[in-house]
């Protein structure tokens, strides 16, 4: 397995403009995690899904940012309209649920930087 | 509620000499533990994982770490430092009953000397 991956590997873009994020789990693997690392709030969960359904986004900082998993396969975080404030490092994982808690693999993470 | 404290936001030690990463945990239900390894611009690799069986669990690259569930600790230990053993390290913890919600600590540096 080519483990997680996520694309791009880095972002620049302007103020303002919509940024989407992509991640692709581990196949056969059910839950799936965004996190953000900063070098001020360190990892921060965002959001995560279990079976493809949203369980508990309330670490999403605002209405700007919303994630999506339309199959078991893939998932977005789109952050629209982007500010210089969301520069950080976006991590995915996923795991296998019931699979003694332990299974979570990481992508190598997305660097954005908002100018 | 679960929150876990690493308890030393840098350590440096010397090529050859053991290094001790210090976590202490908080948790309402029997929890799971985990370390992971940063190395710079990557991302996060499991070095190990306790999840209720054996008490001293090894992880990869000669890492190991013992949960201590009087002292609520999780410390991770190594005998002799390597120079790629340089990168950030966080302890983690996951309760049963969190839909395998991960709580990160704020991460411990580690620098290695010659």
């Known amino acids: 397995d080519a483990g997680v991956i996520q694309s791009p590997r880095h972002e620049v873009t302007e103020m303002g403009q919509e940024v989407t994020l992509r991640c692709k789990p581990i196949s056969g693997h059910n839950s799936l995690f965004w996190y953000r690392q900063t070098m001020m709030r360190g990892l921060e969960l965002l959001i995560y899904f279990n079976n493809n359904v949203p369980i508990d986004d309330s670490g999403m900082p605002e209405d700007r940012f919303s994630a999506k998993m339309p199959n078991a396969s893939f998932s977005t975080l789109k952050i629209q309209p982007s500010e210089p404030r969301d520069s950080a490092v976006y991590f995915c994982a996923s795991s296998l649920m019931g699979q003694g808690m332990g299974g979570y693999t990481f992508g190598s993470g997305t660097r954005l930087t908002v100018v | 509620a679960q929150s876990v404290t690493q308890l030393d936001s840098h350590v440096s030690v010397s090529e050859g000499t053991p290094v001790l990463l210090r976590c202490n945990y908080s948790?309402?239900?029997?929890?799971?533990l985990f370390w992971y390894v940063q190395h710079p611009n990557k991302g996060l690799q499991l070095l190990l994982k306790y999840t209720s069986a054996a008490t001293l669990v090894k992880g990869i690259n000669g890492f190991e770490a013992e949960f201590k569930k009087s002292e609520t600790s999780f410390h991770l230990t190594k005998p002799s430092a390597h120079m790629s053993d340089a990168a950030e390290y966080f302890c983690?913890?996951?309760?049963?009953?969190?839909?395998?919600?991960?709580?990160f600590g704020a991460g411990t540096q580690v620098v290695v000397t010659p």
């Open positions: 948790s309402s239900y029997s929890p799971s």
């Open positions: 983690v913890v996951s309760e049963a009953d969190s839909w395998g919600k991960l709580q």
